[in-house]
């Protein structure tokens, strides 16, 4: 299990045993037959268009992960993960030092997150000055047709 909170997290990838682009029985498979415990909630989307349900999948205060139409399209690293970027962020990192290793930083005040041009989005801690999430996606993520998930067909077998 240890295994799981180490990996390496790759931008538009995932880790190496869950990659972005799996379908919620793959990841739960996975994690069932690897005896790491989770919890799963729904969150229904009735207000939006197409009104398509997310499922999101919690493992232990270091994972969350997000599905659409069956397909895990986000991944959220913090608290008890270890695994770093490719470019050595991980969760504990100082912000100072984040912004000299990915220059490419910007403030999104939307979404209350810095984004990366290398894939990913970084959620800081105010108090301490150091990164707390570290969230990988799918590129479709960023795209303007994200929302009318047509692109999950090509995910499913």
């Given at each position: 299990m240890t295994s799981l909170f180490s990996e390496k997290i790759v931008p538009y990838h995932g880790i190496d045993t869950i990659t972005l682009g799996m379908t919620l029985s793959?990841?739960?498979?996975?994690l069932k037959n690897n005896k790491i415990p989770f919890n799963q909630a729904m969150e229904s989307n009735k207000e939006c268009?197409?009104?398509?349900?997310?499922?999101?999948?919690?493992?232990?205060?270091?994972?969350?992960m997000s599905f659409v139409k069956d397909i895990l399209f986000e991944m959220s690293f913090e608290g008890k993960c270890s695994g770093r970027l490719p470019n050595g962020v991980g969760i504990g990192t100082e912000m100072k030092e984040l912004e000299r290793l990915d220059p490419s930083l910007e403030y999104d005040d939307d979404d209350e997150v810095f984004v990366s041009q290398d894939g990913y989005w970084i959620i800081d801690d105010i108090d301490s000055g150091?990164?707390?999430?570290?969230?990988?996606?799918l590129e479709e993520v960023e795209s303007d047709d994200f929302f009318d998930y047509e692109w999950t067909n090509k995910y499913l077998k």
């Amino acid at each position: 299990m240890t295994s799981l909170f180490s990996e390496k997290i790759v931008p538009y990838h995932g880790i190496d045993t869950i990659t972005l682009g799996m379908t919620l029985s793959e990841v739960r498979n996975y994690l069932k037959n690897n005896k790491i415990p989770f919890n799963q909630a729904m969150e229904s989307n009735k207000e939006c268009t197409p009104p398509i349900p997310w499922i999101s999948i919690t493992v232990d205060d270091s994972l969350s992960m997000s599905f659409v139409k069956d397909i895990l399209f986000e991944m959220s690293f913090e608290g008890k993960c270890s695994g770093r970027l490719p470019n050595g962020v991980g969760i504990g990192t100082e912000m100072k030092e984040l912004e000299r290793l990915d220059p490419s930083l910007e403030y999104d005040d939307d979404d209350e997150v810095f984004v990366s041009q290398d894939g990913y989005w970084i959620i800081d801690d105010i108090d301490s000055g150091k990164v707390k999430t570290i969230t990988v996606f799918l590129e479709e993520v960023e795209s303007d047709d994200f929302f009318d998930y047509e692109w999950t067909n090509k995910y499913l077998k």
